[in-house]
């Protein structure tokens, strides 16, 4: 799995969930279909006058989250901008060509004045496989985005008494001086955290 793959499996999903943060904090949520993908990065389109507009441009912070039918979550985490004024027409028309239902929603010339296209450039994609056993996940970037790490970590304090792994759903802690976690097939469950009798496990992130 790489970030560009991720990007395509996106793209066959079609409608994707965007979060943002509202002027009071809170959490807005809308499904997107109006995106074109290049290879590092999409392209979406919205309408100035939407509260999700305002909030991309004074925020800016967007979580983009797609599932597909074989159980594979995907997720970027990224600042969304504004394409540059002299190129919006041509990525409303780019989308608009691949999305025609668009031209029944902003028919003739309405879509210039009231669109306008966001790009994601830099972001974190979190890949999250439910569908294969052990399960699998692993983070990407695409441009200068960031893997913020979370999840659960072993440390020196382990004194190699096996209940960690005992407890893990996923059988994905290897024995050893100290015990590890295969990160890729962590659940972030918690389990192990819970029973450690050393508090020898930390929360990352
Ligand atoms: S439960 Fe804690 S002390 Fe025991 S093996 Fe696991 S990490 Fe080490
Ligand atoms: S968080 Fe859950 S899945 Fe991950 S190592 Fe601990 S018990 Fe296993």
Redesign the pocket.
């Known amino acids: 799995m790489d970030a560009k793959t991720c990007l395509q499996k996106l793209q066959f999903v079609g409608v994707l969930a965007f979060a943002t943060v509202d002027e009071f904090g809170n959490p807005q949520i809308r499904n997107i279909s109006a995106i074109h993908y290049e290879p590092e990065t999409m392209y979406f389109f919205t309408a100035k006058g939407k509260a999700f507009c305002k909030e991309l441009l004074t925020d800016g912070r967007v979580q983009v989250l797609g599932y597909t039918k074989y159980k594979e979550m995907i997720r970027l985490s990224a600042r969304a901008k504004p394409v540059k004024e002299d190129e919006q027409e041509h990525w409303i028309n780019t989308i608009f060509d691949e999305q025609p239902y668009l031209y029944n929603v902003y028919p003739g010339d309405t879509r210039k004045l009231a669109g306008i296209v966001f790009q994601i450039t830099d972001a974190e994609i979190e890949y999250f496989n439910l569908g294969v056993k052990p399960?699998f996940r692993e983070s990407y970037t695409i441009g200068n985005g960031r893997i913020s790490f979370r999840?659960?970590e072993i440390t020196e304090s382990c004194i190699g008494c096996g209940r960690?792994?005992k407890?893990?759903?996923?059988?994905?802690?290897e024995s050893g001086n100290p015990y590890c976690?295969?990160?890729e097939?962590?659940?972030?469950?918690?389990?192990?955290?819970e029973?450690c009798p050393a508090n020898a496990?930390e929360k990352r992130g």
């Open positions: 399960i999840g659960y960690c792994l407890s893990c759903p996923q059988r994905c802690i976690i295969q990160q097939h962590c659940l972030h469950c918690g389990n192990c955290y029973v496990i």
